[in-house]
């Protein structure tokens, strides 16, 4: 595995988040990643939780100390989660990092699992992913999102979000940056390889959690200039105008070729990122689509 690679099979493929109470969603994270790459090749980052959601979930758990607020804050995030990949590289043929909310899928008929896609493509270096951020559209979708329940039974639609289209997936020593928006290398976006990202899934859920980031924000002056320094009623007030009359009927079914994947990503400041438009930005301007029916039954 990694440094001195594997024998043949797919890809030995480690996936790391970091989580603060992240309540129910953080079991649903692990059972789907333990899916394509095993329980044991995961490992989550407790960021000071008090609601007891990292016990007890089979996987490898580190409770960090706290870290520092304000601007401070996601250069030292970045250099922790950079650290531990470059580590996990030396065993490991891939490293993924996602946020917990965020949740790699491919088309189950191609490539039955992340590691199947990896082994396909040839074993790229590093790759991107095809970001649709899940939109709840109540009018449509009346039920709240049961998270026991497979989520695309419950939630059909979606904003393709190109700030989304992160480098998730790497087996070479290149830093994140941004917020994990960027990286220190070179990547194309994978159009066989989705991030279904759940923020926006579910309207109460957007609720509590806007009013739990922004209590965070206060307390400590992380992301004050994103969306997590909006005060939840706000949040909730550009949702509620997205999606008022929204005719379902007309929303067409998401298509990768249409997305100009090639000229996406760019080179600014040393890095490698997608042009930057905030998700509350993006949720706004972005036009709904329909999630692709192929994908079905993966989240």
Known sequence: MGAAGTTGGRPEVAVITMARDEGELLPV??????????IDNLIVLDDSSVDGSTDDLGCTVHRVPPLKGGLDFEPVRMRLMNGIANGLLAVYDYVVFVDVDEFLVTDPAVHPTLPD?????????TLGVMGLNVVHVPGAEPTP????RPVLEQRSFAKFTPLMCKPSVKRINAGWAISSHALKAPYTIDPELFMLHLKFADRDRLAEVARLRNEVSKADGRAEDASWGKEADQVLAIFDEVVADVDVDSIPEFDPAEANLEEMVIFHNGRHRTPKQGQIAALRRQPFTRIPRRLAGTL
């Open 117 to 125: 896609l990896l082994e396909d493509r040839g074993r790229p270096e």
């Open 29 to 38: 994270w692990v059972s789907h990643y333990a899916k394509h790459v095993g």
């Open 145 to 148: 999102l049961d998270l026991g």
